[in-house]
């Protein structure tokens, strides 16, 4: 059974930091393509971050030189490091986990809130 489960989300300031973390059991977590979604009220949910088996990463603009993701296969977990927070980062943050099978079949956590105050 897989499970993905974040922690870390909260309240902070604008300009303040936040670091999200997905612990991820069940697949062979090395392999697997991990992202960092959001959705914020009345909006479609979208993709923030992803980092590759190999450690390569790509970022959605709006976040760009603020956010960081990072991988630690030895404790099968991904890293969201969030900086110079803006109201506008205020949503739920979910983890995404796409093993590399046939099915391409991909898994999420439950979300955690992040609210960032003016």
């Known amino acids: 059974q897989v499970q993905l489960v974040e922690s870390g989300g909260g309240w902070v300031q604008s300009g303040g930091p936040l670091r999200l973390s997905c612990s991820a059991s069940g697949i062979v977590f090395r392999t697997a393509v991990m992202g960092w979604y959001r959705q914020a009220p009345g909006k479609q949910r979208e993709l923030v971050a992803a980092i590759t088996s190999g450690g390569s990463t790509n970022y959605v603009d709006s976040v760009k030189g603020r956010f960081t993701i990072s991988r630690d296969n030895a404790k099968n977990t991904v890293y969201l490091q969030m900086n110079s927070l803006k109201p506008e980062d205020t949503a739920v943050y979910y983890c995404?986990?796409?093993?590399?099978?046939?099915?391409?079949?991909?898994?999420w956590g439950q979300g955690t809130q992040v609210t960032v105050s003016s």
């Open positions: 995404n986990a796409r093993p590399p099978t046939p099915d391409r079949k991909d898994y």
